[in-house]
């Protein structure tokens, strides 16, 4: 029994080093060509560069116009972020504590709208915003904030959904007992109690927000407008990429997120159970 637990064990660790090199291996690749020549990185990508040319970053910095480009960025995540929880949260608490059939009928509705495909809507929601309410070439900032708002808020109702019906309705009571309105109720007892929850909310609608490229290609028309994600297309030619610009491209792209992610990652998994099972 203990030579089979030691086995047990040892083949465990092995598939756990084999999943980190799995997964750790092209940011690796990432980091190292990010110092190499177009050439270096054509002739051999898994080689070690031959110095560390740091100037490409600073091309990077120019051609992106970064800091307005990583504003834009962080301007959009930030506040579609916040309003998807405070949307999110107040739906869900609705939806919790008043259990009608109306309501049960269309919580399960946006639940479900979880599995449509934003493909399969793209073109009509272009063409709706774009050619009829001509809002793409007026506020399409506003407009991509708004859109984020709705394709984020279902899933993270239904994560709230699931944490709000763990919570004693007996301390709403109370607060309402002591004189407090339902506003300051929500805002006072149950919003608190969510942080866990809206912490883990967070961090996955940053991650998706500030990687997606397809919803801002759409919808952002003007340069000054972009998104680090899209602004990254200055260094894709007709024929040829310029490889030692976008790899340092990605990388500081990437680089925030990840950190961010980093942080985060202990609460993501802590808040989806939480929501999952309660």
């Known amino acids: 029994m203990a030579i089979q637990s030691r086995l047990s064990l040892i083949m465990t660790y092995l598939l756990l080093i084999v999943a980190l090199v799995s997964f750790t291996f092209p940011f690796f690749l990432?980091?190292?060509n990010s110092f190499k020549s177009n050439g270096e990185i054509?002739?051999?990508?898994?080689?070690?560069?031959?110095?560390?040319?740091?100037?490409?970053?600073?091309?990077?910095?120019?051609?992106?116009?970064?800091l307005v480009t990583f504003k834009n960025t962080f301007l959009i995540t930030a506040v579609s972020v916040i309003f998807i929880l405070l949307f999110s949260a107040m739906a869900a608490h609705f939806f919790v504590r008043n259990t009608t059939k109306f309501n049960n009928t269309f919580f399960s509705v946006m639940v479900a709208s979880m599995i449509i495909p934003f493909q399969s809507i793209m073109i009509p929601l272009i063409?709706?915003?774009?050619?009829?309410?001509?809002?793409?070439?007026?506020v399409p900032v506003i407009l991509l904030i708004v859109l984020y708002v709705g394709f984020g808020s279902a899933f993270s109702v239904f994560i709230y959904h699931g944490?709000?019906?763990?919570?004693?309705?007996?301390?709403e009571e109370a607060s309402l007992i002591d004189g407090c309105t339902r506003r300051q109720t929500f805002f006072k007892i149950v919003l608190p109690m969510l942080a866990p929850t809206s912490m883990t909310i967070a961090i996955l609608n940053v991650l998706w927000i500030w990687n997606d490229y397809l919803l801002p290609s759409l919808i952002l028309s003007e340069e000054k407008n972009y998104t680090m994600p899209i602004k990254m297309k200055v260094f894709n030619g007709t024929y040829m990429n310029n490889w030692e610009l976008l790899i340092p491209a990605i990388l500081m792209t990437i680089l925030p997120i990840l950190i961010t992610y980093l942080i985060g990652q202990r609460f993501i998994i802590k808040g989806v159970s939480?929501?999952?099972i309660k």
């Open 127 to 138: 063409y709706i915003y774009g050619a009829k309410l001509n809002l793409i070439e007026t």
């Open 274 to 276: 939480q929501g999952a």
């Open 42 to 66: 054509l002739e051999d990508p898994f080689s070690l560069p031959k110095s560390l040319n740091i100037s490409h970053f600073g091309d990077v910095i120019e051609k992106m116009n970064f």
């Open 163 to 171: 944490f709000i019906k763990s919570i004693p309705y007996e301390l």
């Open 30 to 32: 990432l980091i190292v």
